[in-house]
DNA sequence: AGGGTGACTGCTA
DNA sequence: GTAGCAGCCACCC
C-alpha cells in the first residue's frame, strides 16, 4: 500500500501535474514531462502506475501524443483501457472506433 | 551496484 | 496508413 507521501518528488510532480488537466480535456505524456521540466514520457508513464488514487489524480487524462488510447492501471490493453475511456467519455472526450481521440481540440497544452 | 523493463516518442522503411 | 528500431529517464529486481 502506497502513499503520495511515499512516492519520489518525480512521481508527485506528475501526480500533482495531473490535477491541473480541467474536466472534459486530456494532455500527452510528452506535455505532462515537458511541463513539469524532468523525466522522459516513458517515466511519466511509469509514475502513472503508482497512482495512490486515480479518484484523485486523474491519469485517466493522459494519452500518448499519437492520439491512441495508451494505458491504464499498468495495463497497455484489456478492460482496464475500456474503463479509462468510458470514464473520458463521461467527461465528454470521446473516441472513435480505433480507439482514437476524435476531437484533438480537446488536448490540454498547461497554458 | 548493475542490468532489464516500461501506461512513450520520433524517425525510417 | 502500419511496422520496426533506437533513444529516453526513472523504477524495480
Known sequence: MSTFNDLTTFQQKVL??????????????????????????LSVGSALKKNPSVETFFCHRVIPSNF???????????SNIDLKLDRLKNEGVSFNSKG????????????
Do not use: M, R, W
Not at 501535474?17 to 523525466?39: D, F, N, R
Not at 482514437?100 to 498547461?110: G, M, Q, S, W
Open 16 to 41: 500533482k501535474a495531473t490535477q491541473e488537466i480541467p474536466k472534459g480535456k486530456v494532455t500527452t505524456y510528452k506535455l505532462l514531462c515537458e511541463h513539469i521540466k524532468s523525466g522522459s514520457p
Open 100 to 111: 482514437i481521440l476524435e476531437d484533438k481540440t480537446k488536448i490540454h497544452n498547461f497554458d
Open 68 to 78: 491512441k488510447i495508451g494505458g491504464y492501471f499498468g495495463k497497455t490493453e484489456g
